[in-house]
C-alpha cells in the first residue's frame, strides 16, 4: 500500500519517517520529496507498506497526530496522473509561436 504524508515539518528525514510508520507493520520504503536544486524537504513524502490493513491502521492512527510539532496529513496515495505537469499559458490572448 502506497501511503502519501502531507504537511511534513522540512526537518524530517525519511528515516524518522520510516520510523513513525514502523509502530504499524513492515515498511518498504520510506522517503521525504525533497527539492532537486536545494535538497530541501517538500514538506511531503510517501510510504509503502506491504501489508494493506497494516497500512490502513496507519493512516488511520496517524492522520492529524503531531510530527516534529507539525500535525501531518496521511491517506492512500493516488496514481499520478498522465500528461499534465505543462506551464501555465495565459488565457484570452493570442497564442505565441
Not at 524530517?12 to 536544486?37: N, P, Y
Not at 535538497?39 to 492512527?61: L, N, R, T, W
Not at 498522465?82 to 499559458?89: C, L, N, T, V
Amino acid at each position: 500500500m502506497n501511503i502519501y504524508v502531507g504537511n511534513l515539518a522540512y526537518q524530517v528525514t525519511s528515516e524518522e519517517l520510516r520510523k513513525a510508520f514502523e509502530q504499524f507493520g513492515e515498511v518498504s520504503s520510506a522517503s521525504v520529496v525533497t527539492d532537486k536544486f536545494t535538497g530541501q524537504s517538500k514538506g511531503f513524502g510517501f510510504v509503502e507498506m506491504p501489508d494493506k490493513a497494516k497500512g490502513e491502521e496507519a493512516i488511520k492512527q496517524l492522520d492529524g497526530s503531531a510530527l516534529k510539532g507539525r500535525n501531518i496529513r496521511v491517506n492512500e496515495a493516488r496514481p499520478r496522473q498522465e500528461g499534465g505537469g505543462g506551464g501555465a499559458r495565459r488565457s484570452g490572448g493570442p497564442r505565441r509561436f
